[in-house]
């Protein structure tokens, strides 16, 4: 699976928009994004996937750049309870081989009031 | 999405003693579970492949004999660490898979004195 880099931290305010940066440079034609996030004490959660076309639910809305090397998390609205370590993940579908989801150190978002 | 719960969702065991954890995929059957591993301030390791009716996949560096691993239905999978020692304190998250999202349970924090 291809490799990803996310920012280590990054502070954002509360009732504006968050955006989230994900580079996967080496990223092939059949991986997709994967964004989870883990608020504290918790499971992982996950929040969107997408393989080229821009994607979007009640969570959030991911933007991939048409070389596909990069990615964006946006969360429109960032509350308080999105304090949270994010996780964007590369890989092929879990049906084409193996099974395992592997993270990355992440991004630790602080919401601020 | 789909609903993973573990139980219990924090233990505290003497050293030498055995811990069993419980994960269970709630509302899909699982032929495939995950185990990870969190300790504080670091990210989810996977410790091991649980497959239903047949023996688990361990991660290099795992001792499959210290963590017992058994996928007895389509809904239940359990973890046993065996001979439990301080250093072996740590959040344990089970994960699931209906179709292509994996989906993580809740977590259990076990703490050996």
């Known amino acids: 699976d291809a490799k990803t880099t996310q920012p280590p931290s990054m502070d954002c305010a509360e009732g504006r928009a968050a955006n989230l940066p994900c580079n996967h440079s080496t990223i092939s034609g059949n991986e997709y994004v994967y964004w989870y996030r883990q608020i504290h004490s918790q499971g992982p959660q996950y929040i969107i996937h997408g393989l080229k076309n821009n994607e979007t639910n009640e969570m959030a809305s991911l933007i991939i750049t048409e070389d596909r090397k990069s990615s964006t998390l946006i969360l429109p609205h960032a509350t308080l309870r999105d304090t949270a370590v994010y996780y964007c993940i590369v890989r092929v579908p879990f049906k084409a081989a193996g099974n395992k989801l592997t993270f990355g150190g992440g991004t630790r978002v602080l919401v601020k009031p | 999405g789909a609903v993973v719960s573990q139980h219990p969702s924090w233990v505290i065991c003497k050293s030498g003693t055995s811990v069993k954890i419980e994960c269970r995929s709630l509302?899909?059957?699982?032929?495939?579970m995950f185990w990870y591993r969190q300790f504080p301030k670091q990210s989810l390791m996977l410790m091991a492949t649980?497959?239903?009716?047949?023996?688990?996949?361990?991660e290099q560096g795992v001792e499959k004999d210290k963590f017992l691993i058994n996928h007895a239905s389509l809904t239940l999978s359990t973890l046993t660490v065996t001979s439990a020692h301080p250093e072996d304190s740590s959040f344990y998250i089970c994960?699931?898979?209906?179709?292509?999202?994996?989906?993580f349970g809740p977590g259990t924090r076990l703490l050996v004195l």
């Open positions: 509302d899909f059957q699982a032929t495939t």
């Open positions: 994960s699931a898979r209906p179709r292509e999202t994996q989906y």
């Open positions: 649980s497959n239903e009716g047949s023996k688990a996949t361990y």
